[in-house]
């Protein structure tokens, strides 16, 4: 019976990274997988993340069951800085959340309630992150797409507007809140004021995914659009991950956050949730979550983890401007990538291109011409340049 599965195409990021350890070059550059790197190429566990996992150690005397909920500590302790310290749907008891793991485990529960409530149409603008469309497909979801952004790397405003009018009363919309995975362009504050009118107008379902807090323009900044919208509408899904903001990764850590119209409907809406993770993986892993929970608790932890991540943010930003200022090289703009956002961006080459940059070069990305910006350095950036320059030119 178990012979009527059939083979599934690898996972081309998962066999980037084994071409790219095989190669025996020295100057390879690995641009595909996505975690943020330092300018020595590391991946390295926060400091503050480090000195929680020792309290936890020397703290934590049980490791019982905690529900399908999770650390409901974790879930609370990061509202405010989600949704902000003034927010005023959590002001009025409209907004609750559980964890999940990751922001994928956040959003495959979104989906899977907003399937529950009824919802039958699901609009998402492309490309987008990969899993979002398996996530989907996987729930017998249908998936309705439009332009996310146009060939000069801004967001697709006329796109939108047209998916929105055409959608259905009803349907659910997936937005990026921050940090677009895989183009790295983000609505702009006023294109946020927009959308987050046209959505209630339109009585759509807002699920919106944040997965990158902290690593676009700033904390507050990256979640303007996220608060605009769940401001104007009355009912929201919200997938948050902490494996990229507090270098999790692995640990999975995320919440999803439900806005109801009126406090009153929440219990009946969060245990659905509960009910599915029940179904899924019963509890989610606690140890990561603990962690944040513990860095938010304490003010110099929170200080500490905040400095890393602006440590973090800014060599990003520092990479994308280089990359900005060298504009035109061989047969692509660059300029574009300086006003994108957080750890990807795509370069335009075709396919070819990109099997010269691997073949020739030793530079690793994935297909579509995405880039991780993070995989660049000060170091290797104008080697990576001239590549560019010796495949487009
Ligand atoms: C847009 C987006 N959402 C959600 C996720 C899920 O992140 P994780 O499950 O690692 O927390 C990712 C991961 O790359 C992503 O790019």
């Known amino acids: 019976m178990l012979t009527n599965l059939q083979q599934q195409p690898a996972d081309a990021l998962l066999a980037l990274i084994k071409l790219h350890n095989a190669d025996p070059r020295p100057s390879k550059i690995d641009l595909g997988v996505?975690?943020?790197?330092?300018?020595?190429?590391?991946?390295?566990?926060?400091?503050?993340i480090k000195a929680a996992e020792k309290i936890l150690l020397e703290t934590q005397e049980s490791k019982a069951y905690l529900g399908p909920e999770g650390d409901m500590g974790f879930v609370e302790a990061l509202k405010p800085y989600i949704f902000g310290q003034h927010s005023a749907p959590v002001a009025a008891g409209r907004i609750d959340g559980m964890q999940a793991p990751g922001g994928t485990g956040a959003l495959r529960?979104?989906?899977?309630?907003?399937?529950?409530?009824?919802?039958?149409?699901?609009?998402?603008?492309?490309p987008s992150w990969p899993n979002h469309a398996q996530i989907f497909a996987d729930l017998g979801c249908e998936l309705k797409t439009f332009a996310h952004n146009t060939a000069e790397g801004v967001a697709d405003m006329?796109?939108?507007?047209?998916a929105i009018a055409a959608a259905?009363?009803?349907?659910a919309i997936l937005l990026h809140g921050c940090c677009h995975n895989p183009t790295g362009i983000d609505y702009t504050p006023a294109e946020w004021d927009e959308i987050a009118q046209l959505i209630p107008?339109?009585?759509l379902l807002p699920i919106l995914d944040l997965a990158y807090q902290g690593l676009g323009q700033g904390w507050e900044e990256d979640a303007y659009g996220v608060r605009q919208v769940l401001n104007a509408v009355p009912e929201a899904l919200i997938a948050y991950s902490c494996d990229k903001n507090f270098g999790l990764y692995r640990d999975r850590v995320g919440a999803v956050y439900v806005m109801m119209a009126e406090a009153t409907q929440l219990p009946a809406a969060m245990s659905n949730g509960h009910a599915l993770a029940r179904a899924s993986w019963s509890q989610p892993p606690d140890h990561g979550a603990a962690a944040v929970r513990v860095v938010l608790e304490d003010?110099?932890?929170t200080r500490r983890w905040l400095d890393e991540l602006d440590c973090m943010r800014a060599r990003m930003r520092q990479i994308r401007e280089e990359l900005g200022r060298s504009g035109k090289v061989g047969g692509v703009d660059l300029t574009a990538i300086a006003e994108q956002n957080g750890l990807f961006s795509i370069i335009p080459f075709t396919p070819e291109q990109v099997q010269a940059m691997r073949d020739r070069h030793g530079i690793y990305f994935a297909g579509s011409g995405r880039i991780n910006i993070a995989g660049l350095t000060l170091g290797n950036i104008d080697t990576f340049l001239a590549a560019v320059k010796d495949?487009?030119?």
């Open 158 to 162: 006329p796109a939108l507007r047209a």
């Open 201 to 203: 107008a339109r009585g």
């Open 34 to 48: 996505g975690v943020y790197r330092t300018g020595q190429g590391d991946t390295p566990v926060f400091s503050a």
């Open 391 to 393: 495949v487009t030119g």
């Open 299 to 301: 003010v110099g932890l």
């Open 109 to 126: 529960l979104a989906f899977a309630m907003a399937k529950r409530a009824g919802i039958q149409r699901f609009w998402m603008g492309t």
């Open 168 to 171: 259905e009363p009803g349907d």
